[in-house]
């Protein structure tokens, strides 16, 4: 019986004891046991996040570099289109200005040639006329100095109005 | 490993040493070993700090007695001189209680084997645990060393999975109380193994005061949920309440009793054990038994070492978990699980 009865004496040493015990350990071991378990906690868990904002950090420069890369690319790409657009369109240009300029100076050839022809040939024409009308005025002169010879040809004109 | 070995063995031996002698004492007196005395002797609180008994005598150191008598005030002296049955100042002992001679009321504060190695664990504490806290002052901000690698995850371990798991958010103002309990169980669980210590874990003073503090700073920390628990507990028809009430109540006794019983019954039974094992080689009187004896006493022993840790973890969980129900916020804890004694303690009670 007497080991399940509590002895007040030990009681009393145990409760002044244990309490003593956990007074000095709570202040001198645990305080700063756990102090400390928190504060490197803490720090590992900072660097962890700082790490973590350092690699997103990085990933948006990556990000951020890509996209300009991406964007220089895209401009040097207009600019080259742009550029040979211009080409194209100054080349076209050109070209048609001279298929133009071509086009209006061969018809101007062909209207100065068409005029000299017709001048041309108006003095062709009038020349002929003038040796016809000299040559016929020689003729004439010598012919109607003959009666016979005239009615021959009077006869021969008449001929000629019975065809038609 | 083979060292380790070696040196538990010696250990385990010690105490059949120290027994041969005393029932060769008793033997020569012509009085039968008695082994359920011899046991009881050895679990139980003593007046003097009895090492071991030679043919020549007993080596005793002597512990202070300290009296307190209503009117004759207090008085101290050696335990040395009531050894053999003598009284002086009118105090003698009977069966290792003091009384005094006229049969008046003598408080007996003295200074027991008990309260001797109480004090010495206590000294032990405050050293080990003030050369961890110089650890983290010597090596702040940098891997733990020594001492301090040894114990920070026995204390990681009892902050998260006991104090922060069983209380909840509130767990930081327990744990010095936490911390303290498991590390005095703990290393008195291992020193009461020792040859010629004190079984102060196993002694139902020491059990029923750690005990009685928890139920103190249980109920002073309970907050109004914890009471309404107990009066109006939810889901319960109000007509069963009369009934259910005292029982609630009485359960919060029953908690820190469970509390004193478990671990004072583990490790006296665990003492009891061993030495009835070595016991039998008396009983039989043949040291052809002794090695069948080791063998068991060793692993009685070796199961100990696992106990005394066992039992520190489960007075600290259960503690956690009464002031966890205490600090409580929301009862909805009780529809998910047993944060009450019953499921818990035996859950893990052994």
Redesign the interface.
Known sequence: MQIVTPEFGLIFWQLVIFLTVLFLLAKFAWKPILLSLKEREDSIESALRMADQAKLEMQQLKAGNERLLTEARMERDKMMQEASQMANQLVETAKNKATEEGSRMIMQAREAIQNEKNAALTEVKNTAAKLSIDIAERILRRELADSGSQQQLVDSYLKDVKLN | MKRLLIALFCILTLPVFANEPATAAEGSKDKAFNPGEMI?HH???SHEWHWFSTDNGHFVAPLPI?AYRPGKGLSTFSSARLAEDQSYDGLKLE???LVSEDGSKV??????K??AA??GS?II??LV??A??RG??KN??KAPKGIQSFF?PI??FI?DEVAKKSIGPKY?RY???L??VFF?IWFNNLLGLTPGAANLTG????T???AI?TLIITLASSNKYYWAHIFATPGVPKALLPIMSPVELIGIVVKPFSLMVRL?ANI?AGHIVILSFISLIFIFKTAALAPVSLAFGLFINVLELLVAILQAYIFTLLTAMYIGGAVEDHHDADLQMGYDDGSASTHVSH
């Open positions: 009881l679990i139980g609180d300290i069966h290792e209680h408080y007996d504060f003295s200074i027991t008990n309260a109480l004090m206590g504490l405050l645990f003030t961890v806290a983290y002052k702040h901000g920070e204390i990681i902050r930081e744990m010095p109380y911390l303290t005095f002694n139902i003073a020491v029923f005061t750690l503090l004072f006296t």
